[in-house]
């Protein structure tokens, strides 16, 4: 698909990133235009890898002149199409990859920061900063390929954020390439810093709309000496809820999860990955998996979960838990959670959402929301888990026994307007921690439009006129 | 001066805000045309307290429409010009005030959330959240007066800032009207919402040049329930800083402060401020203010800290130190701390300082920094402490013995522009916590310029493209 795009043009991007910087072989380049989930499949003659900030620059001016899309893409491990060129735009999109660029420019211990570049994979960023004894907290499934460009642009959540915040909390300095080849220059490692506007947040979250980021000064923490790690059965959300407030109350800043499961997900998970058990006699409809991180090692994070433990059991509110004994015990809890998506996998076709709501209002979105699927799809599985204390459910379905697998997957735009419609009542989201990218953006338009939508609007076309960095992701194509 | 508003304008205002909204007498307006450091001193035909956000929509519609400038004014307490209207330019400005919109619209406790106007006094907020058993952290010296819209608008620090971040890390969602009279309705309390641009943090810290913030979502925490609270003397900067490390290792998330002041800080509050005295009975050159917060009452937090101290005593890093033995110790110990400025007062004529640095180069700074003024200005008194945590330093100075006030003031613009580029070379920040407003707005072409400064105007101009939200702060009149 090469000739989309002018030789000449290619030649250009070729004289400025290397041969090291250029992939126009389709074989090669196939692997980036799909996601894993496989609802996407784009198209693009080129993958772009400028190995630093000024090439990055060069090949923007290019694609700004010309008015080629610019896709971004990281680790392309995304769920919402975001990094995924389009097939069916008029114009020509490149992909342009951090790949190249991956180095930790500086590891400041004292001031608790380092500096990355984009393409730097967030397994090598958290290795970098335990090597100096500190803790980079962002934490989430794909850490293993994911770049930290790409956690950037699009606010990645994962299971520290109840302690840690989103990305976005984390960074501190950002440098971006805007669209017309000028460099934002923000890689500042300060806390403090009340100079006019933060420009940093435009860019964070913007999933690639607005510039390409390519290094970024993140925050680093102490890292937590003394772990304890339990599961409890509860009788319902709202008995989790009051769990939680309890939590936080009587553990501080060291309570570091609480994920709340259902019976369900508990269930899928021992019957489909190995080697897990339900470690309750009794069957129980509800669980939470909390964790409390101390700075100090030893026996304190043990001791005060356990007395925390016994108030709440005395209190009628924890019917059973279990506290893990060792870290393999601990490994064993955070197994269940973790493979929960994989177990749903197993049991057949499922509609996912990802929706946030005050913490408070997490148990009556969850009656709503199962009370309207079951009466629309009568036989569907509920299975709902996900970080309460963010608010953040994954308020999942799966097929029911007498329904094929295609007539169920078919309801998933329905299903899901109503269950956002549910949360949004609630004043919540519709996408708590995946973004909007190509999949929610009609969502965005029902949901966020009017004033909300016109201001994203403004700013995008003041910051990118040519509309060139990523088209129609976020907003419908023009 | 109300003649410079044809009357049927004012009258409009009036049908609008009531007459309960309207302040057209000079004398009653006269205190909110200076500032309380009497840097400032502005002019205006009205005073306009809009009752709600309809009306203060309605308000603005008429001052687009008109091309009058509008000044928000929180409880005026900024230090940098930033809610005065200006006296010279050619179109007249009306101050807007939130002070009649001071309702707490709602408190969940277990969402951890706190929904006021932009009115609400943050000493109200504070004793709202306590009154559910909650915390709001944010804490100034201005607390009984500032508010929460101006807090919001210059995305105010305090004392607060090592632990719970700056204000813009309070605040989960805003109402702001548009400087055309749309309402942003972004008002959620949610810890995940991944749906497009993050648009409060357009409005956060722009110091009223976006638009009129009127009511907020902020996050509350649990109350820490026991305190520890230690001074210590030790050599210099530098062991401030491995001592900042070192606590962050061993007190983790529990560290809630760590405040430094050299010896001449200490010595004009012990002589200036009635009640207070020196701790030590040695003398030392430089002092650590530090305290832990632990989830636990009882006496854990003392003895944590005990332990901590006695181990860096043991390394050589502290000197001496005094741990507070009840709250009227912690107390007296604090008010050491928060009397610096008054005591500096007492002592001649200032000039002050609000950088940040990264907390690794706060030793270097005050090196650089010391040696540059004291050879500008020989026998200059240099008050130097401040949130090491947050790497902000006030970088304060006394005029010397031989010289007179006029003459020592006189140097201010000269010698802050070169204390701001030392700060500027190890990346550091010319304001840290106090904002642009009128004050530093030539700084803030010096030291941001060029891309920066024009993606701030590009975001300006997208979002009051009439100019007309407080004009000239930030920005210099164009």
Known sequence: MAEELKNAVLEKFGDIVGTAGLVTEAAEIAPNLIEWRGLYHGRTPVIVAPGNTAQTAAVLRICRDQGIGVVPQGGNTGL???????????????????????????????????????????????????????????????EGSCQLGGNISSNAGGTNVLRYGNTRDLVLGLEVVLPDGRVFEGLRGLRKDNTGYDLKHLFIGAEGTLGFVTAAVCKLFSRPKGLATALVAIADPDAAIALYSQARIALGDQLVAFELMNRLALDLVVRNIPGTRDPFEESHSWYVLLELGSAQAGPVADQLMEIFLADSMESGLVRDG????????????????????????????GIKHDIAVPVSKIAVFLRRAEEFVSRRIPGVLVVAFGHLGDGNMHFNLNQPANMKADAFLALWSEVGRDVHSIAAELGGSFSAEHGVGTLKRDELVRLRGGVELELMRAVKDALDPAGIMNPGKIFSPS
């Open 80 to 142: 919402v199409g975001g990094a995924i060129p389009h097939s069916t735009l008029q114009r020509p999109e490149i992909i342009m990859s951090a790949r190249r660029m991956k180095a930790i420019r500086e590891l400041d211990a004292d001031n608790y920061t380092i500096t990355a570049e984009a393409g730097c994979v967030l397994a090598d960023l958290q290795a970098a900063a335990e090597t100096a004894d500190r803790l980079f907290p962002l934490s989430l499934a794909a």
């Open 322 to 349: 279990v506290l893990a004994q060792s870290s393999a015990q601990r490994a064993a809890l955070w197994r269940m959670r973790h493979t929960i998506s994989e177990a749903q996998k197993m049991a057949g076709a």
